[in-house]
């Protein structure tokens, strides 16, 4: 397992996956950029007219309720309907969960329809999420990471699902075991879209079958670590995003090898 993620960043590279993005509409830019320094493929596409034939065409499918409207809540139910005959991975983001009622009542739509592959926020959003007390201040987490592990555990009991948080240490669990990730820079979290496109890599990484698990923590491990590669050329949030893009680029199994941070934990 301790070779997974640079197996996954191989399978990744060789197979190109198309990833299926209902995404809020700040991120979409980055995000599809950042699909594409890494490898794979992206499609944003939220119209309920096509969502069927798109889930269809992809290999993952990402829903992301940063930016909620009525029509784009239809077509992520039937989009998520859809992966779920199909079986495809499904990766949940649910932005800003706690912040309002509505975001709540959408959240609870969304899971009654397919249970996600899996599960990736925040520390406040996966607390909020799991019903356990937090805070946020509007889509940010005001929660640590590591205050987020009994609300993992309770979404995956509940879902059956990975679930992954980003954090200073990100936290990736399932129910056999939980890897801590040290990986990353703090000028991560003034970049918007960085926790979206984490999401989003996670599906890459996901479309590649095998372990759901590696494959979130191969995305979790890759995010950080190209953080650390961009840091090192800025720590400017202007200049890091395109630092940050070209990491994804450079990346490889080797670089993984020699810079991922982390401990593997049985529950």
Request: proline share 3%; charged share 15%; glycine share 8%.
């Amino acid at each position: 397992m301790k070779n997974s993620p640079q197996a996954a960043l191989t399978t990744l590279r060789a197979t190109r996956p198309l990833v299926h993005n209902i995404t809020n509409y700040v991120v979409m830019n980055f995000t599809a950029n950042a699909l594409l320094a890494l490898g794979a493929s992206p499609v944003m596409a939220h119209a309920a007219e096509e969502v069927d034939e798109m889930v269809a065409l992809s290999g993952a499918l990402v829903i992301n309720i940063g930016t909620l409207s009525t029509p784009w809540v239809s077509a992520m139910q039937q989009a998520m309907q859809t992966a779920a005959r199909l079986g495809k991975p499904i990766i949940l983001d649910p932005v800003g969960a706690g912040a309002t009622s509505f975001r709540n009542q959408v959240l609870v739509q969304l899971l009654a329809q397919a249970t996600p592959t899996v599960i990736r926020g925040n520390a406040s959003e996966i607390r909020a999420l799991a019903g356990l007390t937090g805070s946020t201040r509007g889509v940010d987490s005001t929660d640590s990471s590591l205050q987020s592990i009994e609300a993992a555990r309770i979404l995956h009991d509940r879902h059956g699902c990975v679930v992954s948080v980003s954090g200073a240490v990100d936290v990736v669990l399932d129910g056999k075991q939980v890897a801590l990730i040290e990986n990353g820079h703090s000028v991560m979290s003034q970049v918007t879209g960085m926790g979206c496109s984490a999401s989003s890599v996670a599906a890459a990484f996901c479309a590649g079958g095998g372990s759901m698990f590696e494959a979130a923590v191969a995305a979790a491990t890759t995010m950080g670590v190209c953080g650390e590669m961009a840091a090192e050329r800025s720590t400017l949030p202007g200049s890091f995003q395109i630092h940050f893009l070209d990491a994804l680029a450079e990346i490889s199994p080797e670089l993984l090898t020699e810079k991922a941070k982390i401990a593997w934990q049985e529950i």
